[in-house]
């Protein structure tokens, strides 16, 4: 998320996309003594070299697959612990409507989540894998890395881009200040323990800063321009929680990405 030092085409670089995606746009990688590259938000893309990630759904089953069948249990209306629940003798609570939680990070940088109306037990914890994860990120960036609670809720190649997100914001002695949204989330697949979601993130709301000055920098991001589609593989283990294993995405103009548009 730093501002962003090198165009679009001088990357070369396929941007990870996800199912039925086929547009490429860039992904940014620091190396030797070439100029910081662009980082984008929770957009995971891998390195030059690395197999196309095009029908992301097909990687992520083949990354989380476990051959033991499950059926999740059946849908009930999600209420997060610090909003309150209504008077249950109301005639609205047989119409489930969506709650928003928020999540503040430090004195001016929060993660806003619009849950879905309805969300049986699987899709709570994968959204807050997601949640956790967003605003985990965020507040190691914020303490200059001293909180690395953040590295509990990933594992595998999301747990090293993951680090590798939160370093190169301390590296350019970047910072945040604004809000930013999760929304239109979506557990596609589900497929043993394995588990595909996706959900919007609009960071329109939020700015790079300057670390020393707290200062917005001059140059915007993309990032803080358009909201994205984000795609995440999830896992469920022995422990009963769901971690993040894959991190990729699809940004405007994506048709993918259009739906996150409102």
Request: proline share 8%.
């Amino acid at each position: 998320m730093p501002e962003e030092t090198a165009d679009r085409q001088s990357s070369g670089v396929p941007e990870a996309t996800p199912s039925g995606v086929s547009e490429e746009t860039v992904d940014r990688r620091p190396g030797g003594a070439r100029a910081a590259t662009p980082i984008h938000a929770y957009r995971w893309s891998r390195s030059r070299g690395a197999p196309s990630v095009l029908g992301v759904r097909a990687v992520i089953a083949l990354a989380l697959l476990v051959p033991v069948g499950c059926s999740s249990p059946a849908p009930r209306p999600f209420t997060p612990g610090d909003l309150p629940a209504g008077d249950p003798s109301s005639a609205q609570q047989a119409v489930p409507t969506p709650k928003v939680e928020t999540v503040e990070v430090a004195p001016g940088v929060r993660v806003v989540v619009e849950w879905p109306a309805v969300a049986d037990r699987d899709t709570i914890g994968m959204i807050n894998a997601l949640r956790d994860y967003r605003a985990g990120s965020f507040t190691s960036v914020v303490t200059g890395g001293q909180d690395i609670a953040y590295l509990e809720t990933v594992q595998d190649d999301a747990s090293s881009d993951a680090y590798r997100w939160v370093r190169e914001f301390l590296d350019q002695r970047r910072s945040v200040r604004g809000t930013s949204r999760l929304y239109a989330l979506n557990v596609v697949s589900v497929t043993g323990r394995g588990a595909e979601l996706h959900g919007c993130i609009d960071e329109t709301g939020m700015r790079l800063l300057d670390a020393e000055t707290g200062k917005a920098v001059r140059r915007q991001p993309d990032w803080t321009r358009k909201p994205f589609l984000q795609v995440a593989g999830l896992r469920r283990g022995d422990d009963g929680v769901w971690r993040i294993k894959l991190l990729q995405h699809a940004e405007l103009p994506s048709e993918a990405a259009k739906g996150c548009l409102r």
